[in-house]
């Protein structure tokens, strides 16, 4: 089993940014990697970023050049900094551990950008 926590969500106006954690705990061992994905109502579950074991990065296309990944494995933590933000990054992004036998997700925080 794999816990995984999100903090950072909050209000902020376009322009802005911030910046996401997602710490991560229980069977460590078997996580191949960390990401973020997103989530408005009515809508699917979407890639943001994700960063493997082997620090490889991938981003969706609406974040490309705005959102960077990171991860400090000494703290089993995740970080999603995003600047420039937009009114349509408005969502609940949610934290996610790609690990065998099964992915994990955390319960999400709320990230909202106003015009």
């Known amino acids: 089993q794999v816990q995984l926590v999100e903090s950072g969500g909050g209000l902020v106006q376009a322009g802005g940014s911030l910046r996401l954690s997602c710490v991560a705990s229980?069977?460590?061992?078997?996580?191949?990697?960390l990401g973020w994905y997103r989530q408005t109502p009515g809508k699917r579950r979407e890639l943001v970023a994700t960063?493997?074991?082997?620090?490889?990065?991938d981003y969706g296309d609406s974040v490309k050049g705005r959102f960077t990944i990171s991860r400090d494995n000494t703290k089993n933590t995740v970080y999603l900094q995003m600047n420039s933000l937009k009114p349509e990054d408005t969502a609940l992004y949610f934290c996610?551990?790609?690990?065998?036998?099964?992915?994990?997700w955390g319960k999400g925080t709320l990230v909202a950008v106003s015009s």
């Open positions: 996610t551990a790609m690990a065998i036998p099964m992915d994990y």
């Open positions: 229980g069977s460590i061992f078997s996580i191949n990697g």
């Open positions: 960063i493997s074991n082997g620090g490889n990065i």
